[in-house]
Protein backbone atom coordinates (compact mmCIF):
# COMPACT_ATOMS: atom_id res chain seq x y z
CA UNK A 1 0.00 0.00 0.00
CA UNK A 2 1.67 2.97 -1.18
CA UNK A 3 0.56 6.51 -0.03
CA UNK A 4 0.76 9.66 -2.14
CA UNK A 5 2.13 12.93 -1.40
CA UNK A 6 -1.34 14.94 -0.64
CA UNK A 7 -2.66 11.45 1.39
CA UNK A 8 0.65 11.61 3.77
CA UNK A 9 0.10 15.63 3.74
CA UNK A 10 -3.62 15.76 4.53
CA UNK A 11 -2.78 13.11 7.96
CA UNK A 12 -0.21 15.49 9.30
CA UNK A 13 -2.49 18.40 8.61
CA UNK A 14 -5.65 16.40 10.24
CA UNK A 15 -2.96 15.40 13.15
CA UNK A 16 -1.76 19.07 13.29
CA UNK A 17 -5.09 20.34 13.73
CA UNK A 18 -6.72 17.69 16.19
CA UNK A 19 -3.54 18.67 18.81
CA UNK A 20 -4.39 22.33 18.40
CA UNK A 21 -8.24 22.09 18.82
CA UNK A 22 -6.96 19.96 22.00
CA UNK A 23 -4.62 22.58 23.51
CA UNK A 24 -7.43 25.60 22.64
CA UNK A 25 -10.12 23.49 24.50
CA UNK A 26 -7.94 23.05 27.22
CA UNK A 27 -6.57 26.74 27.55
CA UNK A 28 -10.77 27.48 27.26
CA UNK A 29 -11.53 25.54 30.51
CA UNK A 30 -8.47 27.17 31.70
CA UNK A 31 -9.89 30.72 31.08
CA UNK A 32 -13.67 29.48 32.38
CA UNK A 33 -11.54 28.58 35.87
CA UNK A 34 -9.92 31.66 35.89
CA UNK A 35 -13.16 33.52 35.41
CA UNK A 36 -15.00 31.96 38.49
CA UNK A 37 -12.32 32.78 40.37
CA UNK A 38 -11.88 36.59 39.47
CA UNK A 39 -16.31 36.62 40.54
CA UNK A 40 -15.19 34.79 43.96
CA UNK A 41 -12.32 37.46 44.29
CA UNK A 42 -14.83 39.97 43.23
CA UNK A 43 -17.72 39.20 45.31
CA UNK A 44 -20.04 38.59 41.89
CA UNK A 45 -22.07 36.21 42.30
CA UNK A 46 -21.48 32.96 40.52
CA UNK A 47 -23.53 30.32 39.16
CA UNK A 48 -21.81 27.71 37.65
CA UNK A 49 -23.60 24.68 37.13
CA UNK A 50 -21.05 22.25 37.52
CA UNK A 51 -20.69 22.86 41.67
CA UNK A 52 -24.14 21.78 42.44
CA UNK A 53 -23.69 18.10 41.34
CA UNK A 54 -19.79 18.84 42.68
CA UNK A 55 -21.12 19.57 46.14
CA UNK A 56 -23.74 16.53 45.89
CA UNK A 57 -20.95 14.49 45.14
CA UNK A 58 -19.19 15.63 48.32
CA UNK A 59 -21.97 15.13 50.39
CA UNK A 60 -21.84 11.59 49.32
CA UNK A 61 -17.97 11.25 50.46
CA UNK A 62 -17.02 11.04 46.75
CA UNK A 63 -13.98 13.81 47.00
CA UNK A 64 -12.02 11.80 44.37
CA UNK A 65 -14.98 11.94 41.98
CA UNK A 66 -15.47 15.74 42.40
CA UNK A 67 -11.98 16.31 42.16
CA UNK A 68 -11.86 14.17 38.68
CA UNK A 69 -15.38 16.20 37.45
CA UNK A 70 -13.26 19.49 38.37
CA UNK A 71 -10.17 18.72 36.40
CA UNK A 72 -11.99 17.38 33.49
CA UNK A 73 -14.53 20.29 33.29
CA UNK A 74 -12.16 23.25 33.82
CA UNK A 75 -8.74 21.30 32.76
CA UNK A 76 -6.78 22.09 35.93
CA UNK A 77 -3.89 20.24 37.50
CA UNK A 78 -4.85 17.47 40.19
CA UNK A 79 -3.43 20.13 43.18
CA UNK A 80 -5.57 23.46 41.76
CA UNK A 81 -8.92 21.22 40.89
CA UNK A 82 -8.50 19.48 44.55
CA UNK A 83 -8.07 22.99 46.06
CA UNK A 84 -11.18 23.54 44.27
CA UNK A 85 -12.82 21.02 45.89
CA UNK A 86 -11.69 22.03 49.35
CA UNK A 87 -13.38 25.37 48.52
CA UNK A 88 -16.24 23.77 48.19
CA UNK A 89 -16.43 21.55 51.45
CA UNK A 90 -15.57 24.76 53.54
CA UNK A 91 -18.40 26.27 51.89
CA UNK A 92 -21.06 23.53 52.69
CA UNK A 93 -20.40 23.39 56.36
Known amino acids: M ?3 FVEVLT ?9 VVSKLDSRVK ?3 YTLTQFTKENNIPE ?4 NDEL ?3 I ?4 DVKAVKKV ?7 LLEAKQYVDALKLETK
Open 71 to 77: RETFGLP
Open 47 to 50: NHPI
Open 11 to 19: MFISVYLLI
Open 59 to 62: NEGN
Open 2 to 4: EFN
Open 55 to 57: RKL
Open 30 to 32: SLK
